[in-house]
Structure formats: structure tokens, C-alpha cells
């Protein structure tokens, strides 16, 4: 009763301070800030954009020069939209640029990019927010300690990978399963705790793992057959933006063998040649989550000090029809059972498409007002209290005397 009685105080306290940003004369700098550009930071990216159109923050004409990737001067707000290019130093220097700029908040997407806002934004006595989105690992790469713990301008949400439920697959497709392969890149903070996961839950099943260490795109072809020169009955891809943009090269090289599957934690790898996807969902949903900690925030109406990390479990499993009976996979009955889409003669189910590999991608009809309700009630619900901060360094301090 408590609880209920805390966040209806917090909602009504957040309504009532909403409507600060249109009373402020001075327009807000907001940084979108990408690793790259893919189908699921595609899907996030329309997730941020629908909802400040409908906050009205940008108005037609200006959310189609956002859907360019370009920047904006705004009557409502102006935005720094920059691409890394999947390349580290790059990220870097646009996380730098940003903050030279003087943007009033960080909007991060990625682990790579997130991580290097966070650490360069500590160094600042009066940081702008950063709110990532698309992080699977924000407290292994150290942009937060745990969901309450963390520096007092950082909020985000975490993209969960499932590694729980993806690994299980391996045994659904072929319960005699015992030795497959993952690729790994030790420079990639998601590559790696990805590949120890892969790992650990394979061995809970009997399944032994092969890794192969990668550095570049070139390597991923050598490194894919030597995989399968030692056995593997399957090549399975942690979250890595190497073997997301190299996919093509394991995909081929694992089809020259035949009966190899390629599976991947990431369901729209089945568009380029996967044979099995499976990972979190909605990367539509984690956008617009993102957005909603933005524009309370700049509403006045939030203290991000006291958002906790969103985490929202979800899974889904996409299946190539195609790649299977080119690679001599035959799929089991168990597995295509668990299939959500498939892919068959070049076409999917679900309305699923290669560029926005996920249904339902829009925002409900309601008022703004009962957005606005909506929004806020749903971050009221993210509030740390005291008792949480308490208990969750305590859990820290109890981790860390162990270790």
C-alpha cells in the first residue's frame, strides 16, 4: 500500500512539473549518439523519434531530417546526431564533440558508445544526462554498478540479452548436440560476456564449446572454418558488432561444410543468412523507453538520480527456412514449434521486414495527456528509494568482499 501510495504521489508530482519545457524559453541540445547504423538501432531510433513527435518536440518537417540521421536546429529543440561508424576511436571523438558542444543531454545507443559517454562525462563538474539505450551489459562495462547505483546524470534501459533461453535452442534443434563453436572479440565488452555466457550455459547442458578469438572482419572467415575443422556441430554468435557486420563470412563459410547452423542472439541475423535467431524484445519498445527518461527530463518533471536501470525481460525466436535447406539443415519440429517468424521462399511472416525486423512498432493512440500519464506512471514505477540504494550497495559490498 505504501508503494502505490509513493508512486501516485510521484506521478502527480511529475504531471504537475510536465509541462516545464514549454514554458522555457531556451531550446534544449539533445546528442544522439550511435555506434552504427543497424536494423535494431533502427528500431530504437523510431522509437525516440514517435515519441518526441508526439510530444510535439519536433514537428513533421523536422522528425524527416532526423529519419536522415542529420542534425537539427528546432523551434522546440536542437539535435547533434552523429555515427561512429562501428569504430572506436570515432566514438570517441563524437562523445568528445558532443560534450564541446554543450548538449544538455547524452542520448547513447550502444555499449561501446555509452560506456565511453559515461566515463568521459565523470570527469565533468556539471555533466549533462546520458540515457543509453541498446546496452546488454551497462554493469559489466561499468556505466552502472547495479540498477540504483550509479553516477547521478546517468539513466538508461537494458537491452537483456537472453542468453538463458538461447542456448537451450542448441539441445531443442538436436537434443544429442555436444560440441559447437563461438567467436569472440576480446576489444568488445558485449562480444566477450556474451561468449563466457555462451560457454557457461552450454556446459550446464554437456555441450563442450570451442572460442575463436577475432580481431577484424578478415579474421572471421579462417576463424569460422577452423571451428569447423575441430568438429563443431554448430557455429552460435554472441551479441558482437564484428560478427554482426561480418555475418556474411561465417554464413558462407559454414555453408560450404553443410549441416553447420549458424545461431546467432540476434534474431534479424536470419535476413543475412542465420539459421537461427533468437534474442530480446522490443528493441522499438527500448527506444521509446529511452525517450520517455529524455523528455521527462527535460520537462523538469524527473530526477534521473533516482531512475533505476529499466529492465524488461523479452524473448523471440526467427527461423531461415531458406539458409536451413541451403545449408543441409534440417530443422526439428520441436524447434520451428518456438518459431515467433520464419523466413521461407524470401519472405517472412509477421509482417517482419529486413529493415524494421519487429511487429508492432508503433505507439498506442491516446491523447498526449494520457501519454503523458501513461509515461510518467511508468517511471514512477523505476524510482529508487532509499531502501533499494541501501540494499543494493550492501549487495555490492558483499560481491566484492567475496571476490
Known sequence: MATRTLVGLLITALLIAAPALAQDDSKPTIAILRYGGTSLTALAEKGIM??????????????????????????????????AGFDIPAANIMVEDALDQGADALLTLSTPVSQIAANASREMDDPPAVIFAIVTTPYFAGIADAPCI?????????????????????????????????????????????????TELAGELGIEVKVSQVVSF????????????????????????????????IVDAAAEYGGIPVFSIVAQHVYRGATVGADFYSM???????????????????????????????????????AAAEGEVEISDKLLA???????????????TPD???????????????????????????????EMIAEQKRQLETQWTED
Open 50 to 83: 514517435d515519441m518526441l513527435e508526439a510530444y510535439g518536440l519536433v514537428n513533421a518537417e523536422e522528425r524527416a531530417i532526423l529519419d536522415q540521421a542529420e542534425d537539427l536546429e528546432g523551434e522546440r529543440i536542437n539535435v547533434i546526431y552523429s555515427d
Open 150 to 198: 550509479k553516477d547521478s546524470h546517468i539513466a538508461g534501459t537494458q537491452t537483456h540479452v537472453p542468453y538463458d533461453e538461447f542456448v537451450p535452442l542448441l539441445k531443442v534443434q538436436d537434443p544429442d548436440m555436444k560440441l559447437i563453436g563461438t567467436i569472440v572479440n576480446m576489444a568488445e565488452t558485449n562480444s566477450v560476456f556474451g561468449a563466457e555466457r555462451i
Open 218 to 249: 578478415a579474421d572471421l572467415q579462417p576463424a569460422t572454418d577452423g571451428l569447423i575443422s575441430k568438429g563443431v556441430e554448430a557455429i552460435v554468435l554472441p551479441a558482437s558488432y564484428t560478427t554482426s557486420i561480418g555475418l556474411p563470412s
Open 284 to 322: 522499438y519498445r527500448e527506444g521509446v523507453i529511452a525517450a520517455r527518461m529524455l523528455i521527462a527530463h527535460l520537462n523538469g518533471g524527473i530526477d534521473i538520480s533516482r531512475l533505476s536501470v529499466n529492465f524488461k525481460p523479452g524473448f523471440t525466436v526467427a527461423i531461415n527456412l531458406d
Open 338 to 352: 518456438l518459431a515467433d517468424w520464419t523466413i521461407k521462399d524470401g519472405l517472412s511472416t509477421e509482417g517482419v
Open 356 to 386: 524494421l525486423p519487429e511487429h508492432g512498432i508503433e505507439l498506442p493512440e491516446m491523447t498526449l495527456e494520457e501519454l503523458r500519464e501513461a509515461d510518467l506512471a511508468f517511471l514512477a514505477e523505476l524510482y529508487c528509494t532509499d
